[in-house]
């Protein structure tokens, strides 16, 4: 079974930073498109960072560009969205999504809350 797991949300101030975790069981993420979205209070969800698979690059959300970046450790099967210089807009709930074949499974999400 396909399944992704998101921890490492909380609290944070402005400008400081937050890694994500996504946890993936029941594939490979080398096989499949791993994304990042976020949706914040009353907005729909926006992708924030969509992961290739082996050897593809990674696109971001203009917003994000500069600031986020999405690494991977493939021999622990997981990915990360290292988050810098957190703004206040930047306040979501963070999903990660695993896409293959045009099916997609999310994971329950975690809050990222950006404090001034």
């Known amino acids: 079974q396909v399944r992704v797991i998101e921890s490492g949300g909380g609290l944070v101030q402005t400008r400081g930073s937050l890694r994500l975790s996504c946890a993936a069981s029941?594939?490979?993420?080398?096989?499949?498109?791993m994304s990042w979205y976020r949706q914040a209070a009353g907005k729909e969800r926006e992708l924030v960072a969509r992961?290739?698979?082996?050897?593809?690059?990674?696109n971001y959300a203009d917003s994000v560009k500069g600031r986020f970046t999405n690494p991977r450790d493939n021999r622990k099967n997981t990915i990360y969205l290292q988050m810098n210089r957190l703004k206040l807009e930047d306040t979501a709930v963070y999903y990660c999504?695993?896409?293959?074949?045009?099916?997609?499974?999310w994971g329950q999400g975690t809050q990222v809350t950006v404090s001034s």
């Open positions: 999504q695993a896409v293959r074949f045009g099916a997609s499974s």
């Open positions: 029941g594939f490979t993420i080398t096989t499949y498109y």
């Open positions: 992961l290739g698979t082996t050897g593809g690059s990674t």
